[in-house]
């Protein structure tokens, strides 16, 4: 197993790309010996590889150079811990490879910038070579879907009331109650990924265009989907 000089680590831990891309690279095996683990569900070996890496560095921003304990038993936590929160927190909504990646990209420049100068969504555009679009999409994607059974705030106070309860209707609200319970029982009949495009589409007021590169498939498919989709729900629905 390789192991790092302390001059490496002190030269990455300040900054120096070079000097961190050369450990990543010489400590490969560790971080793949981990993916390993996780192989056979369903997820890309090279998607969890880049999970891994992202581990690995926080292990070497981390690390004490005084530590006796040696940089790659330092690291297996990490590495593990990143790769387990990155299963853990992928919930319903898979995001595409292409997505994913960039996600991750970003993620690396913002800690690079981290404590810095403002890193805006243009410059990380320009930097990353991708349009404004695409990093907004991505950023998008990865962020926490929040529960409508949470609590709310307001200015940051905790308002122990959660969304559903601020949702009003003066209409006739356990009518509206009756018609939510009822659509939420019919979108659990669902398959997963008709699920996942009626809730970019309906709960995060997605396009279809967008809904396409966050799933990896067309438009066009995207489209038939949510046509059969909606035909099927207002059947049941009308039952």
Known sequence: MYETSVDEIIKAQNKDMEAMNNIIEKNSGLIWSIVKRFMGRGYETEDL?????????????????????????????????????FIRD????????????????????????KGKEELTISKMAKILNVSIEDINLALEATRPIESINEDSYNDGEKSNVSKIEQIENKKDEMSDLVN?????????????????????????????TEVSKMIGISQVQVSRIEKR???????????
């Open 90 to 113: 992928d919930g319903i909504i898979k995001i595409s490879r292409s997505i994913k990646e960039l996600s991750i990209k970003i993620k690396d420049l913002q800690n690079q910038y």
């Open 229 to 239: 989709v909606l035909d099927y729900m207002k059947t049941k629905l009308a039952v």
């Open 180 to 208: 939510k319970l009822a659509l939420k029982d019919v979108i659990d009949t669902l398959e997963t990924r008709e699920k996942q495009i009626i809730l970019l589409r309906y709960y995060r007021g997605k396009t279809q």
């Open 49 to 85: 590889y880049q999970i891994g890496a992202l581990g690995f560095v926080k292990a070497i921003n981390r690390y004490d150079v005084s530590f006796e304990t040696k940089v790659s038993t330092y690291a297996v936590p990490y590495i593990l811990g990143e790769i387990k929160r």
